[in-house]
């Protein structure tokens, strides 16, 4: 069955911390990860990560692919308040669909 | 603008009552999903289609129905089998292209979701 796994499943930090947040995925027919970050309601897309190695950037966020290893992190570097949401990692086959991790809750503190 | 719509969004059900949830897309998407989110848990797959009039159960479909008469639009259908449907739902969408017999997809765009209460 497939599944994806994340962690820690709950981060607390002070701002200007950096973070990294872990996902791991046994996606049969594996074609991409993809992260998502959700605030108070729908998630809003962050990265899709279809080749290994290649790190995709956007502002203080980055996130890497590691097809051997069957894994993905998320870092924040500098955090802000601004940054306190849920992370969700899913991991997309072939066969259209989407399996999500749970999410790791990160509260950034002032 | 495009994007996808969800209503309403908060919605109370007596229990024994079937309640229909609203979703709607103008980005000319062929797939549509709908997600259930419960408290402290990440999202888990109704139901999703590929395509108009075609659709597939997804991990808890159970008290759950759906259709797909049009492109834009995937209705979900709670029903009073659904034995515990107090949750938050998520619908959303992606391109789904098809190529012969494989079919990839492209990211998925949520709505804003409707969360569903039972007194």
């Known amino acids: 069955e497939d599944k994806v796994v994340q962690s820690p499943l709950s981060l607390v930090v002070h701002e200007g911390d950096t973070v990294t947040l872990n996902c791991s995925y046994e996606?049969?027919?594996?074609?991409?990860l993809l992260w998502y970050k959700q605030e108070k309601k729908a998630p809003t897309f962050l990265f899709m990560l279809?080749?290994?190695?290649i790190e995709k950037k956007s502002g203080r966020l980055s996130s890497i692919l590691d097809k051997k290893e069957l894994s993905s992190i998320l870092n924040i570097t500098a955090t802000q308040t601004g940054d306190s949401a849920i992370y969700l990692c899913?991991?997309?086959?072939?066969?259209?669909?989407?399996?999500f991790g749970p999410g790791t809750r990160l509260s950034v503190l002032p | 603008d495009g994007g996808i719509t969800q209503s309403p969004k908060y919605l109370f059900r007596k229990e024994g009552q079937n309640v229909t949830l609203s979703c709607e897309q103008n980005?000319?998407?062929?797939?549509m999903y709908w997600y259930r989110q419960d408290p402290g848990q990440g999202l888990r797959l109704i139901y999703y289609?590929?395509?108009?009039?075609?659709?597939q159960k997804g991990d808890i479909a159970e008290g759950y129905s759906v259709s797909r008469e049009k492109k834009e639009s995937f209705p979900l259908t709670v029903t009073s089998a659904q034995k515990n449907p107090t949750a938050f739902y998520l619908c959303?969408?992606?391109?789904?292209?098809?190529?012969?017999?494989?079919?990839?997809?492209?990211?998925?765009?949520f709505g804003p979701g409707t969360r569903l209460t039972v007194l």
């Open positions: 959303a969408s992606s391109i789904g292209s098809t190529s012969g017999a494989r079919i990839s997809t492209d990211t998925q765009y």
């Open positions: 996606v049969t027919n594996f074609r991409s």
């Open positions: 279809t080749s290994s190695g």
């Open positions: 899913a991991g997309n086959n072939y066969g259209q669909n989407f399996v």
């Open positions: 980005l000319n998407h062929d797939a």
């Open positions: 289609s590929q395509i108009v009039n075609d659709f």
